[in-house]
């Protein structure tokens, strides 16, 4: 009787010990995939940040593979494992500059009142501008391939169509139906993009701050008073 136990008990902690070491060999396997998912991460962005230095300060048509591969110390092989070409790289860094491009102006969808919903989305503009220069740069100023017809390009129309809705619920509560809307919208854009772009490229700083926020007070009245009234 005590023996048949002892070979019960034997088995029973044999399968226990199977188990756990079943168990423990998975979660090395997923301890395993997660760091090798990890490493990928770290990879791609060390790659995107380097190649974003070199576009900024060389210009796209100037920056190679092996250019961003030297950056890093790695040979252009290993980057052609994450990219298929340069156009790649450069649309990736679109995606996040115009992710976090939209997010900021998103904020002003808390305010209810359109007109002053309109008038933050402006300050948000600038406000991204300034803090994230060379996103800006990427994105509206320097020369970048641009194919819509062999979509090799990167585009986000999320933030223009927020602004020309929020143009379009503004006409329509005060009642105004002669102006077009796509075309203040890319008014209103066009002057928001030439003033970050001369504060950027630093075209603005023989001008006084003040001066130049009065300047720009008025020139939203009067955009304001053409517009919006």
Not at 8 to 36: D, T
Not at 119 to 126: A, H
Request: proline share 2%; aromatic share 12%; with cysteine.
């Amino acid at each position: 009787m005590k023996k048949d136990f002892d070979i019960y008990s034997s088995e029973i902690i044999l399968r226990i010990k199977n188990k756990h070491c079943l168990v423990k060999e998975r979660g090395n396997v997923m301890g395993i995939a997660e760091r090798k998912k990890s490493d990928k991460e770290v990879m791609r962005k060390k790659i995107l940040d380097s190649a974003m230095k070199l576009f900024l300060s060389e210009g796209y048509d100037k920056v190679s593979i092996r250019k961003i591969a030297d950056a890093i110390e790695y040979s252009p092989a290993t980057v052609y494992l994450y990219f298929k070409d340069k156009t790649a790289i450069f649309n990736a860094l679109q995606k996040v500059a115009f992710d976090k491009f939209y997010d900021t102006l998103a904020e002003c969808l808390k305010i209810k009142d359109v007109k002053k919903r309109l008038d933050e989305m402006g300050e948000l503009y600038m406000k991204f501008a300034m803090e994230n220069p060379e996103y800006y740069d990427l994105m509206f100023i320097m020369s970048a391939p641009i194919d819509r017809e062999k979509e090799t390009c990167f585009t986000d129309d999320r933030a223009f169509n927020l602004l020309s809705g929020t143009i379009e619920e503004v006409f329509k509560k005060k009642g105004i139906k002669n102006i077009d809307v796509e075309a203040t919208a890319f008014l209103l854009w066009g002057f928001s993009h030439g003033l970050a772009s001369l504060i950027i490229r630093k075209r603005l700083a023989t001008i006084p701050d003040e001066h130049l926020k009065g300047l720009f007070l008025k020139i939203s009245k009067m955009l304001d008073k053409k517009f919006f009234q």
